[in-house]
């Protein structure tokens, strides 16, 4: 399957259902510039798929127009939205911190429908006071998801210490309702004929309107412009 991956880090979320399950990464949407840049190394080294990384926040991957143009191409949109708002290492404030990525998630989902969505976060989100875990819940089936979920450990997974973690999957009701929802995915050359369609860049050393592209080992990177910086002040 295609996987859109929302947050992305440095990958290493991406590793098991690239080389477990053969699912393919066609978009990266992470702000930090260090996890951006270890993208492209695992990228280049052949541990995750070749696909567009846009290092901007998931409020301008929406502005921007960005997400709508991954309907009909991702089947899954992964997310491990920032832990900070439900952690207990912290104050827990949930839906009252700026930090929370949910609202961006739920806005990207609804976008682009896949069939299925994957979310990880801290067990903060599951057993806090602020009650966000159903805020959570009712916004996957408000847009017609049913979801499951577990905690599991890093302990379980053979690691010498615990690390629990929220997991939740969810799938689209009666998938297929979605006309040309991802349930028609592209093709890898589907993926890269559409991206030449729409005026991206699957070239190395091309631009993007709007942006300046870095690209490595048939990556390209789309960093945030004056334009894109401007936008986010005025959110």
Not at 115 to 139: K, M, P, Q, R
Not at 182 to 195: I, L, P, R, T, Y
């Amino acid at each position: 399957m295609n996987e859109l991956a929302l947050f992305a880090g440095a990958g290493g979320g991406l590793l098991a259902p690239h080389h477990l399950l053969g699912w393919r990464a066609v978009g990266y949407v992470e702000m930090a510039e260090y996890p951006c840049k270890a993208l492209e190394a695992r990228i280049k080294d052949g541990l995750l798929s070749p696909a567009p990384i846009f290092q901007m926040h998931t409020r301008d991957f929406i502005r921007l127009g960005y997400a709508r143009k991954y309907r009909g191409v991702a089947q899954v949109v992964s997310a491990g939205f920032p832990c900070q708002p439900f952690s207990q290492a912290g104050s827990m404030q949930a839906g009252d911190d700026e930090r929370n990525g949910w609202p961006d998630t739920l806005c990207i989902v609804r976008t682009v429908q896949p069939e299925w969505v994957f979310l990880e976060n801290v067990t903060g989100l599951l057993s806090g006071s602020h009650g966000y875990f159903g805020t959570i819940l009712g916004d996957l089936a408000a847009s017609g998801y049913d979801a499951c979920w577990r905690v599991l450990s890093a302990a379980e997974m053979g690691a010498p210490h615990q690390r629990d973690r929220i997991w939740i999957l969810a799938h689209a009701k009666g998938f297929g309702r979605y006309g040309q929802g991802a349930g028609n995915a592209a093709s890898n050359q589907e993926w890269h004929d559409k991206a030449r369609q729409q005026g991206w860049s699957t070239e190395l050393y091309e631009t993007v309107p709007g942006g300046e592209v870095v690209a490595h080992a048939q990556c390209d990177r789309w960093q945030q412009s004056s334009e894109v910086s401007q936008g986010r002040q005025s959110l």
